[in-house]
């Protein structure tokens, strides 16, 4: 499957934007799909993952209860909503997914196998 976030840009502190994580190839509804993110000098971190169904989330705790996670099976594209931004979360952010009927949701880089090209998402003081 072959992945492909959008929706980054320039925004002030406070500020909200909305990622996306569009699929080609194949459905996505068989992965579980995750939001992870890489600052300047930093290494690749967990933001968010969401299970096939939508039901089961998790966040890391940077970032829970500022950010929501959903998807759409019926547009192949799952959401990173982002709210309340701050100068920290300026990052590349990037959307990846497991293998095809894993169902649980693991935070560590290495658990996904699809990995879409990334969105720079830069929040001004």
């Known amino acids: 499957v072959q992945l492909q976030a959008s929706g980054g840009g320039v925004v002030q502190a406070g500020g909200s934007l909305r990622l996306s994580c569009t699929a080609s190839g194949r459905t996505l509804s068989s992965n579980v799909l995750g939001w992870f993110r890489q600052a300047p000098g930093k290494a690749r971190e967990f933001v968010a993952a969401i299970s096939q169904g939508g039901t089961t989330t998790k966040y890391s705790d940077s970032v829970r209860g500022r950010f929501t996670i959903s998807r759409d099976n019926t547009k192949n594209t799952g959401y990173l909503e982002m709210n309340s931004l701050t100068p920290e979360d300026t990052a590349v952010y990037y959307c990846?997914?497991?293998?095809?009927?894993?169902?649980?949701?693991?935070?560590?880089?290495?658990?996904?196998?699809?990995w879409g090209q990334g969105t720079l998402v830069t929040v001004s003081s």
């Open positions: 990846a997914a497991r293998g095809a009927g894993i169902t649980v949701i693991h935070s560590t880089r290495n658990s996904y196998v699809f």
